[in-house]
C-alpha cells in the first residue's frame, strides 16, 4: 500500500478491516480469508450491544501458524482467540506519520511491514 499523495497522520494511510466474533472457530476465519483474498487482516471482536475490538489476527501469519504439522487438526476447532494477537500496535488516527514511522521502526522487523488497519469502533 503506498501512503496518499498528502498523507500527514496516521488516518490517511488506514485500510478499514471486518471484525469476527471472538467465538469464530480458526477454520471459519481461514475460510473468510479463503473467500476474500484480498483481506489480510480481521478485527477479533468481543461480544455484546457493542462489539469492541480485542484483538487482531493477520491472514499471513495464520497461514503460516496452520503448515505446521498437526496445527490444524489441533487448532481449526479452537476459537479464533486462541492464535490471534492480543496487543497490535496502535496509533492514534491524527498521529504524525513522523511519530508514527518512530513506533514502527522501533517494533521487531517482522511486524514493520503490517498494514494500517481501522478497526471496527469500540
Not at 489480510?40 to 503460516?64: K, M, N, Y
Not at 513506533?103 to 494500517?116: G, H, K, L, N, S
Amino acid at each position: 500500500m503506498s501512503p496518499a499523495p498528502n498523507a500527514n497522520c496516521a488516518e490517511d494511510l488506514v485500510v478499514p478491516i471486518p471484525g469476527v466474533p471472538a467465538d469464530n472457530t480458526v477454520a471459519s476465519v481461514v475460510e473468510l480469508f479463503r473467500e476474500h483474498p484480498d483481506w489480510t487482516a480481521l478485527a477479533v471482536l468481543e461480544a455484546g450491544v457493542s462489539p469492541r475490538p480485542i484483538g487482531i489476527v493477520h491472514r499471513d501469519q495464520l497461514l503460516i501458524f496452520l503448515s505446521r504439522p498437526l496445527h490444524p487438526e489441533i487448532y481449526n476447532r479452537k476459537p479464533i482467540t486462541s492464535v490471534m494477537v492480543r496487543e497490535p500496535m496502535q496509533v492514534e488516527a491524527r498521529a504524525r506519520l513522523e511519530q508514527v514511522s518512530r513506533i514502527v521502526t522501533a517494533r521487531p522487523a517482522r511486524y514493520q511491514r503490517d498494514d494500517f488497519h481501522r478497526l471496527p469502533q469500540r
